[in-house]
């Protein structure tokens, strides 16, 4: 085989395997996708002390926040695959039942992350504040529909 072809075979294989195939068990994916949350609260939740009040504003710090919250944001949705309903996870059925609308939702963290990163990068704290808040919307909203109390 000429080594082009195999290339693209390769090429290929990665964009048609599932993401079901990226972990080994179910419960690598309910760990991977907690982790992946829990990261991500952590750095949007330095930001929220920053447009709280609560710690002084660093303009640099908050901008370095959000890259970590824009970058976190792509991460978690892969990991809600099919027969990870069950296990040690509060998320609802409604996920794999409603899946247009989880995606919907998932779309919107990213783009509200992407904007948060960008108002971060501004320097500026209302712009950081408004943005804060319209990402915290989104980790709501999905929060409200598909996680268990
Ligand atoms: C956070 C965090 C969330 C969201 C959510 C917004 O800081 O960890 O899950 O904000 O509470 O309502």
Request: charged letters at 25%; glycine letters at 8%.
């Amino acid at each position: 085989m000429k080594f082009k072809h195999a290339i693209l075979i390769i090429a290929a294989a990665c964009v048609a395997v599932p993401a079901m195939a990226q972990f080994a068990k179910p419960e690598d994916a309910i760990k991977y996708r907690k982790s992946s949350l829990f990261v991500m609260g952590q750095h949007f939740g330095r930001i929220g002390a920053m447009a709280q009040g609560r710690v002084p504003f660093d303009a640099k710090a908050a901008a370095d926040n959000a890259a970590v919250v824009e970058v976190m944001s792509k991460l978690h949705w892969a990991a809600f695959t099919e027969g990870t309903d069950k296990g040690e996870t509060r998320a609802k059925p409604e996920i794999w039942k409603d899946a247009a609308k989880f995606k919907e939702a998932g779309d919107k963290l990213q783009a509200e992350a992407t904007k948060l990163s960008a108002a971060a990068k501004t320097g500026n704290l209302d712009n950081l504040k408004t943005a804060f808040a319209a990402t915290g919307g989104t980790c709501k909203g999905c929060h409200d529909n598909f996680r268990k109390d």
